[in-house]
């Protein structure tokens, strides 16, 4: 069954370092979301991502963030300058809309760290 | 701001017995997810109820969505210990497909 994959699975940082957190959504999905947990908190939407450009984004996404879709696989997030509460959890999900049965599906996730 | 809350926060109960989480939520979108989470894992899709009065049931777990009165609930028949998890719900932002997450409910099934 195909899935969504992420990379690295734990990524540690110093604040203020560069991190980019990547994804390989699923082949024929069209819509493609950055999602984080803080720990033993609920998942806040980041952005969403369509037709290689930002289709929504959250008050949390500012300017310390970007997406790139640089080929047809991959989706990346970026975080110039980790401060120590972007430490999270972070979700890549992508979705096919359309039909009975659409759903996000969610990647496994990268624990990011920030020291 | 569209809200999403769910309740109980936590939940312990024991094998055997029934209960109901409840999900309310402020946005008109007819369209609300269930998602389940085991302890640093990811999330998994649970149920996608897409219209009014919308019933699913996978086991011992079924979810009902009442966008009338913007409510959702996931009921549990006869606990057994597997379905000791973190439950969302969730539902789409007005201007897309963005999902917003209640807080979750924390269920823990004991013997």
């Known amino acids: 069954e195909p899935e969504v994959t992420q990379t690295p699975s734990h990524q540690v940082t110093q604040m203020g370092q560069e991190v980019i957190l990547r994804c390989v959504p699923i082949?024929?999905?069209?819509?493609f979301y950055w999602y984080r947990q803080i720990l033993g908190q609920k998942v806040e939407f980041l952005v969403s991502f369509y037709n290689n450009e930002i289709s929504e984004k959250s008050e949390i996404f500012d300017d310390q963030f970007s997406v790139e879709r640089p080929d047809g696989s991959n989706f990346t997030l970026k975080i110039r300058s980790t401060k120590l509460e972007d430490s999270a959890m972070y979700f890549c999900?992508?979705?096919?809309?359309?039909?009975?049965?659409?759903?996000?599906?969610f990647g496994p996730g990268t624990r990011l760290t920030v020291l | 701001e569209l809200k999403v809350e769910q309740n109980p926060l936590f939940l312990s109960m024991q094998e055997g017995k029934n209960y109901t989480i409840y999900c309310n939520y402020s946005?008109?979108?007819?369209?609300l997810y269930w998602y389940r989470q085991d302890p640093g894992k990811s999330l998994e899709s649970l149920f996608v109820l897409l219209s009014n009065g919308a019933v699913k049931q996978e086991g011992r777990l079924m979810a009902s969505l009442d966008t009338k009165a913007r409510l959702s609930t996931l009921h549990i028949t006869a606990a057994v210990h597997d379905l000791s998890a973190t439950y969302f719900c969730?539902?789409?932002?007005?201007?897309?497909?963005?999902?917003?997450f209640g807080k979750g409910t924390s269920l823990l099934v004991t013997p």
């Open positions: 946005t008109t979108s007819d369209r």
């Open positions: 082949s024929n999905h069209l819509y």
């Open positions: 999900a992508s979705i096919y809309p359309g039909g009975n049965t659409d759903t996000q599906y």
């Open positions: 969730a539902v789409e932002s007005d201007s897309g497909y963005a999902l917003n």
